[in-house]
C-alpha cells in the first residue's frame, strides 16, 4: 500500500501525495479529509515517508509530471480526467492534431518550386498520374505551385522531413515484425524502442490505440534530436519495456 488516505480504493496505484480529492480536486488527501487541516497534516507525514514508488511501478508516460508518484494505471487527462492518456493525445485537446500531422518539405518535381505542408493535404479520387514512379495516382497537393503531381510511396524519396520517418508500410518493407510490435504495445497510447543490428540503427515505435497504425522514427543516441524532434514524438505515449529479439522478420 502506498496510498494512506482513508478508504482509498486503489492505493496500490499512488503514494498519499497524488491522491486527488473528488471534494477539491486538490492532491495530498481524501473526501474524508478535506477541509479538515488536522487530518491533511496527518497525511502529509507519508508524503516524505514514501513519497516516490518504486522505479518499476512508476509511471513511464513520455511526459509526465508526477511520474514518480502513480503507476501507469493511475494516469489520468488533465482535460478529460480520464485514464490510459495525456493532453497530447486527447480526443478534446486540440494539441493532438499537432502531435500526429508530419509536415512535409520538399521541391516540387515538376517545377522546383519550393513547398511545405501537413501530410493531410491530401486529394484522393484525382486521376493524374505521380510524376516520378509514372504508376500510381498523384495524391499529394504542392500549395506553393498548385500542383498534384506525386504518389504516398514517391514522397519519402523527396521529402526532406520524412529520412527519419517511418509509416507501417515502410517498416514491412525493413522487415520489421508488424505483428509481434503491436502485441507488445497496449491498447493506450504507447511506444518503444527497437536496436536493429541489422542496419545498425535505433528506432522508436508509437501507437495511438489498437486501432490506429504504427508510426516509427530512426535516431541516433548521440544526436541533439532525442531532445528536441524524439520528445515531440512520444510525449504522452507510456514507454513498453521489452526484449528486441524476434522482432524482425
Known amino acids: 500500500m502506498f496510498c494512506y488516505v482513508k478508504h482509498c480504493r ?48 512508476q509511471c513511464t508516460f513520455a511526459g509526465c509530471k508526477t511520474s514518480k508518484y502513480h503507476t501507469n494505471d493511475a494516469h489520468h487527462c488533465e482535460v478529460c480526467k480520464k485514464r490510459y492518456h495525456s493532453i497530447e493525445t486527447c480526443s478534446l485537446s486540440l494539441s493532438k492534431s499537432s502531435n500526429l500531422e508530419k509536415k512535409i518539405k520538399c521541391i516540387c518535381p515538376l517545377c522546383k518550386t519550393d513547398n511545405e505542408f501537413l501530410s493531410s493535404s491530401i486529394v484522393y479520387g484525382a486521376e493524374n498520374i505521380c510524376c516520378i ?54 491498447d493506450y497510447p504507447s511506444y518503444i524502442y527497437i536496436y ?37 514524438f512520444i510525449n504522452g505515449y507510456a514507454k513498453i519495456y521489452h526484449d528486441n529479439n524476434n522482432l524482425f522478420s
Open 10 to 57: 486503489f492505493s496500490d496505484s499512488h503514494t498519499t501525495r497524488n491522491h486527488r480529492c473528488g471534494i477539491c480536486n486538490i492532491t495530498g488527501h481524501g473526501e474524508r479529509e478535506c477541509n479538515n487541516h488536522f487530518a491533511i497534516n496527518k497525511l502529509k507525514l507519508h508524503w516524505s515517508m514514501n513519497s516516490e514508488l518504486p522505479i518499476s511501478k
Open 196 to 232: 536493429n543490428n541489422i542496419n545498425n540503427e535505433y528506432i522508436l515505435i508509437r501507437r495511438l490505440n489498437k486501432d490506429s497504425l504504427l508510426e516509427g522514427y530512426i535516431y541516433s543516441p548521440r544526436s541533439l534530436e532525442i531532445e528536441s524532434i524524439l520528445k515531440n
Open 133 to 186: 514512379c509514372l504508376t500510381n495516382n498523384a495524391i499529394y497537393y504542392f500549395p506553393s505551385c498548385k500542383h498534384l503531381c506525386v504518389c504516398k510511396s514517391c514522397i519519402y524519396n523527396i521529402n526532406e522531413n520524412s529520412n527519419n520517418y517511418y509509416d507501417e508500410e515502410r517498416m514491412q518493407e525493413k522487415n520489421y515484425n508488424i505483428e509481434k510490435i503491436k502485441l507488445l504495445l497496449k
